[in-house]
DNA sequence: ACCTGAACACCGTTCAAGT
DNA sequence: ACCTGAACACCGTTCAAGT
């Protein structure tokens, strides 16, 4: 009778996009499957139709999340293809400030909630591709004396990690209010990356 | 009429104990108050008279892990106290340790699952102590020349977060196969931090 | 002070049934 | 194929009541 028959055309689409709302509005822990099909409109159980379980639903959204920080990683790095220190300072400005601008979605991405045992194939596929990109950025910094030689895949996941850790440590307030009175994250992040630089010329 | 009147001294330490033992043996996700009192041999109700909600357990289980942490990192260190660059290495490996042997206690501890809004002091405590524990052999370090010379606690944020950012990615299962296939985990550990380090001599 | 048992609102998941 | 509604087992939390 009705014009609308069930839903619309893309139900899953309309899951992940509420889920990805609710995320942001009430956290990790508002994070629930009936809350989610009730925002999109539909009856608690209509998600099974397209999720097998909740894991599922979470790991959509971590996929989507990894395509935007693989998006937003590709913007600051692509105009400065040709300065390889730039374009290093950049991406990992980048991914901090992806953390601090998305903390619940970075927080589903990487604490621990995925349960790695079954696979997500589009989850492993996008992690697998931002992973590659940095190996790149870092490949070239290699070639132009700005990172140390190393494997290349090594030296990504020191850098990776470096960043990885600070941000993870401040988003979870184990930074002291003694260092963040004293110093900006920008001075923090820049300090650590700096390191693990070679010094200019 | 029975000897055992409710419980018997100390409940909330039980409760406590308990949650640790449902920790390590079903997950994160296995952790429920009714669980921990139905272990404990207590109504579900009986926590209440103790924590004033589940997010006090789990800051006191928190509690719990960071104390021990603090006490493997000492036993690490401290033997070495007249070898910085030693000390630096060996604290190192002990937090890298701790992480892989109690994964789930490490995530409760730093996944974000504690809301910091509230102020849980012991927990505040002890993290405050670990992490002057690090500044301390930072600070032995750099005087012996082992790190660069930098405002101490900058420098040990730069340490921890790059063993906790590696940790963290490699529990996550974020470290690609060809990475570990080549490379061990201390491989790659100190491999990070040996970039943070000066050369010897 | 410490604990119980019933009650409430909320979960994730299953399943028969409807279109 | 896509969705509903009832049902089940499980939550966290509250509260009157018992010792």
Redesign the interface.
């Known amino acids: 009778m009705s014009l609308k028959k069930y839903h619309h055309g893309d139900l899953k689409n309309a899951l992940i996009q509420a889920g990805i709302k609710i995320l942001a509005k009430e956290g990790?822990g508002g994070l629930s499957l009936r809350k989610v099909a009730q925002k999109a409109g539909v009856s608690h159980s209509a998600p099974y139709a397209h999720f097998p379980d909740k894991q599922s639903l979470i790991a959509a959204i971590s996929t989507e999340g990894f395509k935007q920080l693989y998006a937003e990683l590709d913007i600051a790095v692509s105009p400065y293809s040709n300065n390889p220190r730039r374009q290093l300072a950049e991406g990992a400005w980048a991914y901090v400030q992806f953390a601090i601008n998305n903390t619940d979605t970075f927080?589903i991405m990487?604490?621990?909630v995925?349960e790695?045992e079954k696979d997500y194939p589009a989850f492993v596929e996008i992690?697998?591709k931002t992973?590659e990109r940095v190996v790149d950025v870092v490949r070239v910094c290699q070639e132009a004396g700005v990172l140390?030689p190393?494997?290349p895949?090594?030296m990504a996941?020191?850098v990776?990690?470096?960043?990885?850790?600070?941000v993870?440590?401040m988003?979870?307030?184990?930074?002291?209010h003694?260092?963040l009175d004293?110093?900006s994250v920008r001075e923090?992040v820049f300090?650590?990356l700096n390191?693990?630089i070679s010094p200019p010329q």
């Open positions: 990790i927080n990487f604490s621990g995925l790695k992690s697998r992973f140390r190393a494997p895949e090594m996941i020191s990776w990690g470096q960043l990885h850790g600070i993870s440590l988003l979870e307030g184990q930074i002291p003694t260092v004293r110093f923090i300090f650590a390191q693990l």
